[in-house]
């Protein structure tokens, strides 16, 4: 049986401004993710000033090791959550509510969270616990909505660049935590003293609602230039296909209303309905399988957990970069005597800055312009080959080298530091990403989306919290005794091998092809399978 017209042209389709238009409006709630998720590294510093002025010795000033790993870990538990809870409900009720409601949700915890309650300290952290969960939640949503909508937007010849280009707005984002730190203590510091610090703080991350509710405005704005007329007119019910312009798939695959699809894409796409309605049109029937269904597992067993295990590994790696810093900070920036808390905050967000520009973001520019030409599977091995090469020559010789005074000046540490960021970038963490948007059926897409990028970010708890506590050789400054920091370089060298080996033997190569041949099971499947009943 011959497969889908509206499908079909959708794939062949030239770019348009539409297509720009998409991964700017998804984009943004990504780059807002990016934007609240690493601010917490800077806002930390600032809260450790304002708040742990009475630690004594080289613990002044500093935060507990329990505070930290707390406010990074319920954010990203947050994540896990929002991202099953949201990516099950993107193909129940429709991408358009569920993506709108995720983005509210981000911008009243963003706005909570700077308005976290009382003065007193534990009040203060719990409170900002609480709303970086709720934040999380928000955030875990976005991933898989977004990583979807454009998925079902793009052609097959560049979708992986238009997916590849709103992972990139996470690059932006880091870069705009940054500069907004830079820009907000930069004023506090000539206007006030440092007393006011506790302000400083809360207005950064209330910044970070700014672009998220931009985002809600620009998605609620769309139909009003193509579809508003065509729903006034038939007194439509307000669904998924007259919200977003552009889900036609899902409309077609999950909804079953081909001519709908072809109805919208006509207005969106500029091509005639006779080009793309169907001569006979299929009656809608009901789908062979469940989610979860020993078929769903013989079919897509394998690219599951291909795409949630090769996320999680690469989300330990990833958030485990934390490590580095406190080398970094030390190489690079003033004894805390000798700076106050608008200065400390200043050049935290200056390095994470430069790390941003010379390596996160190129490595994202890579992505967009090799994705579709070399492959996901090539782009995923070579990404965690190099990551475990840096691993292993900064893991071996830590001691004996890296951290000797004589090489207390050598640069070459900053060098791999931002390689270890651009191959992850060029990489892993961009392709786990776009692959789970692209293997899966329209009506488990969503849902299957959420299940990798939550057990992603179970690898960052353990990257992030796990990994930090175990990196000290030695009881120090709050932490406990663990396997030290050669050991953990090398066997976060050996995650990524391991990485590399699942890539190879289990991902599927999805480059060039279009969402139902990447399918085990397309709408024309399911069809003949009844037609030989």
């Known amino acids: 049986m011959a ?80 991202q099953l809870v949201f990516g099950r409900l993107g193909d129940l009720k429709g991408r358009l509510r569920v993506y709108g409601f995720a983005l509210l949700l981000m911008v009243f915890s963003s706005l909570a969270s700077a308005f976290s309650i009382c003065i007193r300290k534990t009040c203060v952290f719990v409170t900002l616990g609480f709303f970086r969960f709720m934040l999380g ?15 079902e937007f793009a052609n097959k010849r560049t979708r992986g660049s238009f997916i590849a280009a709103v992972f990139s707005m996470q690059g932006f984002g880091i870069l705009a935590c940054s500069t907004v730190t830079i820009v907000v203590c930069s004023i506090f510091h000539a206007a006030s003293k440092s007393s006011e610090a506790d302000v400083a703080w809360r207005l950064i991350l209330m910044l970070g609602s700014v672009p998220a509710a931009m985002t809600y405005y620009w998605r609620m704005m769309m139909p009003e230039t193509a579809r508003i007329a065509l729903v006034k007119k038939k007194k439509m019910e307000w669904k998924e296909t007259c919200g977003f312009l552009f889900l036609f798939r899902y409309t077609a695959l999950v909804e079953q209303n081909v001519m709908q699809a072809a109805k919208d894409m006509e207005k969106v796409l500029d091509v005639r309905l006779s080009m793309i309605a169907e001569e006979y049109p299929l009656p809608p029937v009901p789908h062979p399988y469940p989610l979860f269904s020993r078929e769903f597992f ?28 406190s080398e970094i900070y030390k190489r690079y920036l003033d004894e805390k005597d000798k700076q106050n808390v608008y200065q400390e905050a200043i050049h935290v967000a200056w390095i994470q800055a430069v790390i941003a520009v010379c390596s996160t973001i190129p490595g994202y520019f890579f992505s967009v312009y090799f994705i579709d030409r070399w492959g996901r599977v090539k782009i995923q091995m070579m990404g965690f080959f190099f990551m475990a090469l840096i691993f292993f020559i900064i893991g071996v010789p830590y001691y004996s080298y890296w951290t000797t005074e004589e090489h207390e000046e050598n640069k070459w540490f900053m060098v791999l530091y931002g390689l270890a960021f651009f191959f992850a970038n060029f990489g892993p963490n961009t392709t786990t990403f776009i692959v789970p948007a692209e293997l899966f059926p329209a009506r488990f897409r969503s849902t299957c989306h959420g299940i990798s990028g939550a057990a992603g970010k179970v ?60 399918e085990v099971d397309s709408v024309t499947d399911e069809v003949e399978e009844r037609d030989n009943l």
């Open 3 to 82: 497969r889908l017209r509206v499908l079909s042209e959708l794939d062949t389709a030239r770019t348009q401004y539409y297509h720009f238009k998409a991964i700017i409006i998804a984009g943004m709630g990504l780059f807002t993710d990016a934007y609240d998720l690493f601010s917490i590294t800077l806002i930390i510093k600032i809260m450790g000033r304002v708040y742990y002025d009475d630690r004594k010795d080289q613990n002044r000033f500093e935060a507990p090791p329990l505070v930290i790993s707390s406010l990074v870990a319920t954010a990203l538990l947050g994540t896990a959550v929002g």
């Open 137 to 151: 939640l928000g955030i875990g949503g976005d991933y898989p909505l977004s990583s979807t909508i454009m998925s």
């Open 298 to 325: 013989r079919r897509h067993g394998r690219d599951l957990f291909a795409c949630s295990s090769t996320w999680f590994l690469v989300d330990i790696v990833f958030y485990s970069q934390v490590l580095f810093q």
């Open 459 to 518: 690898g960052a708890m353990i990257g992030s919290v796990g990994f930090l506590w175990a990196s000290h050789k030695k009881k120090e400054n709050g932490y406990s005794k663990g396997i030290g920091m050669q050991v953990t370089l090398i066997i976060l060298g050996g995650v990524c091998l391991l990485g590399m080996l699942i890539t190879y033997f289990f991902t599927t190569e999805t480059m060039g092809r279009s969402l139902e041949e990447n």
